[in-house]
């Protein structure tokens, strides 16, 4: 066993890390969110952030998030049921994971490729006699990309939920005389809601800065907060007023996770 020394020893590389790469970036976005472009300090990035505009485009961008979340949602809950029960889940598994293996930017340009005027999906559109059709550069393309990013991310924290739940518990539901809608809401879900919760979190939050999807794929359609982070900080040259979004992102994921821990302990004393 290690005594105290040794683990506060084995903590100092851990401690610089997060120091270096988590805590001091923060800081320093909190600092340039206090001050305007000529570096005087002001409260004006957040007077400007918490005005009409950008409160739509907040409002716009919680909206996103939340159709990208519940679709993958409302796929992935029973998909994962699906992989678990199969004796190909190995498999099953792995075809679901190697998308992620691939840059982000290479699949949504291969998107470009699929949903462009000339690209395969229209083609077969063209074949079956649809016609062609304007994929991109709007609110389907956006959302249908996003989601197959997001899928694996929601998938795999419900999945691994659902295969932990012994079968003895819910045939012993039926045997009980509970239908199929009352062991899923009593039994099967209460189950498996740990990985509800991180599949939520860790699709929603990423969901709301997202800027390279709208960039490419709905063709600057949609802005959402993190297109306008990437605008100021790249194209205005506006660092405060970025970094004042990226606060409010920053403290609204904060909550989001401070939420859904909270809950989790609480879940777990019951």
Request: charged share 10%; proline share 3%.
């Amino acid at each position: 066993m290690f005594n105290r020394k040794t683990k506060l020893i084995f903590a100092i590389p851990y401690a610089l890390w997060m120091f270096l790469f988590v805590v001091f970036p923060i800081l320093l976005i909190l600092y340039y969110s206090f001050h305007n472009t000529d570096g005087d300090f002001t409260l004006g990035n957040y007077k400007e952030f918490f005005g009409k505009s950008y409160m739509w485009m907040t409002f716009y961008s919680f909206w996103y998030a939340f159709i990208i979340t519940a679709i993958c949602l409302i796929l992935s809950y029973p998909l994962a049921f699906v992989i678990s029960r199969s004796k190909y889940k190995e498999l099953l598994l792995l075809l679901i994971i190697l998308p992620t293996w691939i840059n982000i930017l290479l699949k949504t340009y291969a998107f470009l490729g699929l949903f462009g005027k000339h690209g395969t999906v229209n083609n077969v559109l063209e074949f079956l006699g649809i016609g062609t059709q304007d994929l991109l550069f709007n609110s389907f393309s956006f959302v249908f990309v996003s989601v197959y990013i997001f899928l694996p991310f929601m998938l795999l924290p419900i999945y691994n939920s659902v295969s932990g739940i012994n079968t003895n518990i819910v045939n012993a539901s039926y045997d009980l005389g509970a239908d199929s809608r009352t062991t899923f809401l009593k039994v099967i879900l209460p189950l498996s809601i740990e990985g509800v919760k991180t599949g939520i979190q860790v699709t929603f939050i990423p969901a709301l800065s997202i800027f390279m999807i709208t960039r490419l794929i709905a063709g600057n359609k949609i802005i959402n907060l993190g297109t306008a982070i990437e605008e100021h900080f790249l194209v205005t040259q506006n660092v405060g007023l970025g970094s004042t979004i990226a606060v409010f992102l920053i403290f609204t994921m904060a909550i989001i996770m401070s939420i859904t821990n909270s809950k989790n302990k609480l879940g777990r004393r019951k």
